[in-house]
């Protein structure tokens, strides 16, 4: 979990075992970054507030206009109708921000 006023990032892809669920909430503004973009490279699947949101204050906003290689869901979305792949309405596993193969 990360929660840090960050201007650079702090995880890195190379640096995260498979398996591994990341939470980072410390991107709330166009110059705050936590994740590199290797850590989404990795991810399988990611939820975001909002991806208008993401794209200008989270953590999308690495992809600048360029296709973003992860699935990427809104938390009102996923909590509305599920993610893809999710096993079943108890999953707590994939309720992520990142979740890394």
Do not use: C, Y
Not at 43 to 72: C, F, I, Y
């Amino acid at each position: 979990m990360t929660t840090t006023p960050s201007r650079m990032p702090l995880l890195f892809g190379d640096m995260l075992s498979s398996g591994v669920h990341v939470t980072a909430m410390g991107s709330d503004s166009p110059d705050k970054q936590e994740l590199d973009r290797s850590v989404m490279s990795r991810a399988d699947h990611m939820v975001v507030d909002t991806r208008t949101q993401s794209e200008h204050n989270g953590e999308l906003k690495a992809w600048s206009g360029e296709p973003v290689p992860v699935e990427v869901t809104g938390l009102g979305v996923l909590l509305a109708e599920g993610a893809p792949g999710r096993r079943s309405d108890q999953a707590i596993a994939d309720f992520a921000l990142s979740w890394l193969t």
